[in-house]
């Protein structure tokens, strides 16, 4: 277990490498003067020459970008003007908001997935399962931020149920959390209610049910832990929509992630933030597919001799 | 079983299998009918601002209202289908050609042309296609081109993936190595042979990626970082509803049930079409 993730830890500098190094010459290679808008508006022509110089704009593009390079792996992400300074710490202050917001939708994704699947299966091709399964094809074709801006119509603005954005308690967490899910939620009632209805057909279910076991006591013991497997690896699969997706989401509900930050690196034209966060996006990807791979082995005896 | 009952049988069960098919293929006909067609069809024009009856629920006059400058809503839908229809269209279309090619000549040649390739698109694969896209639309700037090469980019992996695996597969198969002794050139038997038997994988996976990539576009849209107002984008129109829901829920209900139909019929051709080929499996 050591050596495995010992050697998946040592590919992230590499691949950071990779996104660093695109990410600097597509910005590099846009139009405009990035010492003019570091220095401002309003600044004469000699103080965006000092600005230049400061920022070492002035060098070799090589240089530029071995510096570049070098100071993002010692946590110096260059210079961000919206904050005046090196955006790392600011961007570090969001991730917890955001992995928050995600974190709730994968709960909400097992709570709801996993019952509704396991629901549509137990009425295989009676009306329960038509109506879940007709749900799943409609949720797989709904874009998640106008699920969040109905509920937010309805639940919050209407009949006022819940907060419509911020994140002021847990109960703000709710509509954003839903809506980032309801994708995610889709796929799993799918998956379940297919492995479901067909271990349910397997013989050491019927043996179970000639001695005597409930039927929901078979797919609790028995059939859920077939679930389990593919559930994680639908989640370690949509981590990319999961974390994508957070990026409207929050803007939606004013949530205050590193995504909602990352558009406000768009809007003000900051490179050196819309960089930062775009690399501690990958990373977090990454690290929830790390994540992803040890629970395979926790779950799944048999990977862990593999 | 009689060797005609079973022909029968078969075809029946095919027929029944392509009731997706059926469904996608015909809403999509119609999607793109109103692409094409468009501005004729609409009762309104799209720009005609009516400042006498903003914000107007339902009636007979505007069947789904006016918006916050008094346009008829449905006016815009109906000729906004061709921007979300052809940023869709153009983006599946490029990843696709791209995909394949890169899917191909990484499978077909291995070795180190491979292993750089391959690097390339796990590279791509690791940031999150929205994310990738809104980076990328940051740099080229907010615009239905800039969305295409975008959405381009994004999809892009995913099919080289699907093509390099389907292309090591069927390096094994006599009938290529059939026609390598025969002396025919890389790229014929590239076009020719492989290519072909490759086809039914990547149109599948084609479809369902168009309807992702109209969930993407809009969502762009939707953040102002795809096609600019005026324009009748739906994703747009949803993020232009933004400040006015609260107090006109109408605003948000077409444009997202637009949307959510596109990609409805992307996924049921989708479905429908790997149904076809590919009857073994379940879903």
Known sequence: MIRFLGQRLVTIPFVALGV?????????????????????????QAEIEATRVRLGLDQPLVVQYVNHVLGVFVGDFGYSTTFRGNPLPHILARVPATLELAGAAIALTILVGIPAGIAAASAHNRWPDVAISLTVIGLLAVP??????????????????????????????????????ARLIALVARMTRGIVIEELRKDYV?????????????LVR????????????????????????????????????????????????????????????????????????????????????? | MPEAVAGRRRRRRRLSFNLYLW???????????????????????????????????????????????????LSRIIVGTRYTLSIALVATLAAGLGGVALGAVAGYFGGLTDRIVTGFVDLLLTVPNLVLAIAIAAAVGASATGLTVAITASFIPPIARLMRARVIELKEEDFVSAAVTTGMSHTRILLRHVLPNASTVIVIEMSLN??????????????????????????????????????????????????????????????????????????
């Open chain 1, 20 to 44: 660093v190094t695109i990410l600097f010459f597509i910005f590099k290679a846009v139009p405009g003067d990035p010492a003019a808008l570091a220095a401002g508006a309003t600044a004469t």
């Open chain 2, 23 to 73: 469904l996608g293929g015909g809403l999509l006909g119609l999607f793109v009918l109103l692409a094409l067609f468009g501005p004729a069809i609409a009762p309104y024009d799209t720009a005609a601002q009516d400042l006498f009856a903003l914000m107007q629920p339902p009636s007979a006059e505007h069947l789904l209202g006016t918006d916050n400058v008094g346009r008829d809503i």
């Open chain 2, 210 to 283: 168009a309807g992702q990539a109209v969930l993407v576009g809009s969502a762009l849209g939707f953040l102002g970082l795809g096609v600019q107002p005026p324009a009748p984008e739906w994703g747009a129109m949803l993020g232009a509803s933004r400040e006015f829901y609260a107090i006109a829920p109408h605003l948000v209900v077409a444009p997202g049930i637009a949307i959510s139909l596109l990609v409805l019929a992307f996924n049921l051709t989708g479905d429908g079409l790997r149904d076809h080929f590919d009857p073994g499996i379940q879903r």
């Open chain 1, 206 to 218: 019927r043996t179970a049910r000639a001695k005597g076991m409930r039927r929901g006591a078979i």
């Open chain 1, 222 to 306: 028995h059939v859920l832990r077939n679930v389990m497997i593919p559930t994680v690896t639908i989640i370690g699969l949509q981590t990319g929509y999961l974390l994508g997706g957070s990026v409207v989401i929050e803007r939606l509900s004013a949530w205050p992630g590193i995504g909602d930050l990352l558009l406000t690196g768009v809007s003000n034209r900051d490179f050196a933030l819309v960089q930062g966060i775009t690399l501690v996006f990958v990373v977090g990807f990454l690290l929830i597919n790390l994540i992803v791979e040890v629970l395979y082995r926790f779950i799944n005896p048999r990977l862990r001799y593999a």
């Open chain 1, 144 to 181: 998640n931020f106008w699920i969040g801006m109905l509920l937010i119509a309805f639940l919050s603005v209407q009949w006022g149920l819940l907060p419509s954005f911020g994140n002021a308690g847990p109960l703000a967490l709710v509509i954003p959390s839903l809506a980032l899910a």
